[in-house]
């Protein structure tokens, strides 16, 4: 169990930090891979019905995702992502401080008991890495890939919460992450024949 | 009768499934057209017995109808009856020049049922992570409809929309796995997370419920289109064809504030007052009407224009719900006022914009002369959304300053009206030039049946519940606003 949180306290961190897009890629769907197996590990007595979702997340987030993502990264021939608003430096600063933020918010919560706890902070600080990715990088890609953080932290919260949440819902909430990730690289896609590149910061016709 | 429920959510997906055997263009939407009216059929057939029979539900308690989701599931049909047979004669042009493709075509249609289908099961869930599920799907099926004609701009916008609305929307979740989070572990009843149950369940964590109204007005008002989460919507709203505007604008945004009119309900319930809830929608409204009165004010853009407008509404209608049982009540009759008007506007925009080649408002002069059907809708349409009587809109926003002397919110209703009244002035400043300046001469078209169809229906609703609002209804609005108030 204390694995698998730490790889999710390094992945966040390694995305805060890395500019190659491919390896970020790769990152969040390792990312979405512990979190699908956490409910596995640890955490309450396992049903069939928890089995079949932990391992739709875990082929859909460590499979189709970065299949996808990796194809319109090839159509848009894009290697890294350059300049962010934000530097890799600072990034990794502000994420450092995220987590030890989010560890002693989550304990102050009137939430489950102490075990719960770090899951909850860990998952907090997911999603303060997506929103982090979200505000201050260029490429379209990566605003794709905070997204996904973002949805992989609310995924994490959703497991200690999750015995009220339906099993129909669960699947509903996956299924909408999915088309949300195809139609974002159909959007690149055509961003990128349109404009001949995919730097959404420069998306600025449209104000007022 | 609950019966009902199934079929209005199995027309949609049997339509869309329909449109991979049509290859004709025209056909196309003829058969949108078709699915959308048979869903009113449908409605109308049970009409006769649904004020008697509602609250309903169906599917082990999946599927529910009541005052509220009935009240919005008209306004919803409403738009689409009038967005479909708009789109007739919208398309027509492109279709037979060939700049819309008939895969293009099928691909709108498919969407555009997949709208009807996705808002429909926001409306009809009665679990609240359903109705998630079906608002996010809202937003991945209406992307695509802003890019129907790939143009850069159009392009930007779907982007901007996608990301904003997705990320919006993922909090709105977190607002969702808070109220599973503030329930008891104990209670039995309430482990489905129905809203059924959850507006009658007790013994509420109320910090973190309150929590998760914060984190469900942010997102789902990302949606909504509340300032000042609404950077998306101009764009949006401006670059989609005319047809789509007017269904983002009348519906796609009530249905957002539907999904917070619940979880309202649901804080009401637990803390027994709706002091907390009111005076952030109060906050929330007032911000989304100054803001949009700002933008409006200089303005160059027709749509755009209208698109703030849209912020203006639904910040008036946030506000009607923050004051009590009359608030609640103007806020459901705007709902409807609103989509009217704005249907017929973003009509007469989106064919007039077609007409001058251009949707900017220094372009576009003289529109009585050159299309008169269209002048005459945009006028009217722009007239009834600043509240000139005896159009609808009037009323409902008398009814609005009523119940805020009712609260004593003074300092409230001076706001709204001066933002009222600033745009009241913005609006018509605009809006003259347009319909009498002087304009070059456009080439003779005759207008289509469908849109003189269109224009005259709307127009008469608009002047019809402005003059008169039916007993029944009446007291169908009460119902709806008592359920939002959740105290009952």
């Known amino acids: 169990m204390s694995f698998f949180l730490f790889l999710l306290v390094l992945t966040n961190l390694t995305l805060l930090g890395s500019s190659r897009l491919a390896f970020c890629i790769h990152t969040v769907a390792l990312q979405g891979v512990v979190l699908g197996l956490i409910p596995l590990v640890g955490l309450q007595p396992l049903t069939i019905q928890h089995g079949i979702l932990s391992l739709s997340a875990v082929v859909l987030k460590g499979g189709v995702f970065p299949w996808l993502l990796l194809r319109s990264l090839r159509v848009a021939r894009i290697k890294r992502e350059v300049e962010p608003f934000i530097g890799f430096n600072v990034s990794l600063s502000i994420g450092f401080f995220a987590l030890i933020g989010s560890v002693v918010f989550a304990s102050n919560l009137p939430l489950g008991d102490t075990k719960d706890s770090l899951i909850i902070a860990l998952a907090i600080f997911t999603m303060v890495t997506g929103l982090l990715l979200l505000v201050s990088r260029r490429k379209a890609l990566s605003m794709v890939l905070g997204y996904l953080v973002l949805e992989n932290g609310i995924y994490g919260l959703g497991t200690v919460v999750a015995d009220h949440i339906p099993m129909v819902v669960e699947f509903g909430v996956l299924l909408d992450v999915w088309v949300a990730v195809f139609g974002m690289g159909i959007a690149m896609y055509q961003i990128n024949r349109e404009f001949d590149h995919t730097d959404v910061d420069r998306l600025t016709e449209l104000k007022g | ?488």
């Open chain 2, 1 to 488: 009768m609950s019966s009902l429920l199934i079929l209005l959510f199995c027309i949609p997906p049997v339509g869309i499934s329909l449109t991979f055997f049509v290859h004709r263009g025209r056909i196309l939407f003829l058969l949108s057209l078709g699915v959308v009216l048979l869903d009113v059929v449908c409605l109308l057939i049970g009409a006769g017995g649904l004020p008697g029979c509602l609250p309903m539900q169906t599917a082990g308690g999946w599927f529910y109808l009541d005052a509220l989701s009935a009240w919005h599931l008209l306004v919803m049909l409403l738009v689409f009856t009038t967005g479909s047979v708009f789109a007739l004669g919208y398309f027509r042009d492109d279709l037979v020049t060939g700049r819309l493709a008939v895969t293009a075509a099928r691909r709108y249609n498919q969407l555009w049922l997949g709208s009807l289908w996705t808002m429909t099961l926001t409306l009809l869930a009665n679990n609240i992570g359903l109705m998630w599920v079906g608002m996010e799907a809202t937003t991945l099926v209406t992307a695509f409809l802003i890019s129907v004609y790939p143009k850069p701009v159009a392009i930007e916008a779907m982007w901007k929309y996608l990301i904003i609305c997705s990320v919006g929307i993922a909090f709105a979740f977190i607002g969702i796995l808070l109220v599973a989070a503030s329930l008891p572990t104990t209670g039995e009843g309430s482990q489905q997370l129905f809203w059924t149950q959850l507006s009658t369940a007790g013994g509420y964590n109320l910090l973190l419920l309150k929590a998760a109204f914060l984190f469900s007005l942010l997102g789902f008002g990302t949606k909504a289109g509340l300032a000042p989460m609404h950077t998306w919507l101009p764009d949006a709203h401006s670059q989609a064809p005319g047809p789509v505007s007017a269904m983002f604008s009348g519906f796609m945004l009530n249905a957002a504030l539907y999904c917070i009119m619940r979880h309202g309900a649901i804080v009401n319930h637990a803390l027994g007052s709706d002091q907390f809830t009111s005076r952030l929608y109060i906050l929330f409204g007032l911000i989304s009407i100054v803001v949009s009165a700002a933008f409006i004010l200089y303005q160059r853009d027709i749509k755009r224009l209208l698109a703030y407008s849209s912020v203006e509404h639904l910040g008036i209608i946030t506000l009607g719900l923050g004051l009590g049982p009359a608030g609640c009540f103007a806020s459901l009759l705007h709902t409807l006022n609103h989509s009217m008007g704005k249907s017929l506007s973003f009509f007469a925009a989106g064919r007039l914009g077609q007409l001058y080649g251009s949707h900017e408002i220094r372009r576009i002069r003289g529109a009585i002369h050159s299309a008169p059907l269209w002048g005459i809708a945009l006028a009217v349409g722009l007239l009834a959304l600043v509240g000139v009587a005896p159009f609808s809109i009037f009323i409902s926003e008398y009814v609005l300053v009523r119940a805020a002397i009712d609260r004593q919110a003074g300092v409230v209703l001076v706001i709204f009206l001066l933002g009222i009244s600033v745009i009241f002035v913005a609006v018509l400043r605009h809006l003259m030039p347009m319909i009498w300046g002087e304009g070059k001469t456009l080439p003779e078209k005759s207008c289509s049946t469908s849109a003189v169809i269109v224009v005259i229906s709307l127009l008469g609703l608009l002047l019809f519940f402005g003059l008169y609002l039916p007993l029944p209804i009446q007291g169908f609005l009460s119902r709806a606003a008592a359920l939002i108030g959740g105290l009952s």
